[in-house]
């Protein structure tokens, strides 16, 4: 009977789990835009944990501005996940298509504070005006 209690006991008492996001490095989505990834603001809650998959060939995951410096950079064409234990804005890019605008941004514990790090962060060709899109997507 104390091995019941232990095992309800173990069972009511386990943590939430983390969420698992999952976001697609895309040549083309639905709407016909081209080099995309499936979520270009990913919002998560701090501990939960973003994968990318290369739904298409040549594409990666690099981290250009972070509340952490963080320092992240995926091989291409290969699956990318990261674990996000600072709050704050996250943005990266893909490599070989930052120029064509292939950006995104993951917002960790909904905290904005580091949005003007963000907003003066390296931007190159199409990237420097989908990044000020997005950046004023979340301001309230």
């Known amino acids: 009977m104390k091995l019941y209690a232990l095992i309800i006991a173990a069972f009511l008492s386990t943590p939430s789990f983390a969420a698992e996001v999952s976001i697609e490095m895309l040549n083309k989505d639905a709407n016909g835009n081209k080099m995309v990834y499936s979520q270009e603001v990913a919002k998560v809650e701090v501990g939960d944990t973003v994968t990318w998959f290369p739904a298409s060939k040549g594409h990666n995951v690099e981290i250009i501005s972070s509340p952490n410096k963080m320092k992240f950079k995926s091989k ?32 960790v514990g909904n905290d904005l504070s580091n949005i003007d790090d963000i907003a003066s962060a390296k931007a190159i060709g199409k990237s420097k005006k989908k990044l000020k899109t997005l950046l004023a997507s979340l301001k309230y």
């Open 76 to 107: 291409n064409s290969k699956e990318a996940k990261i674990t996000f234990d600072t709050p704050g804005i996250y943005y990266y890019w893909c490599t070989p298509h930052k120029g064509m605008g292939m950006i995104g941004l993951v917002i």
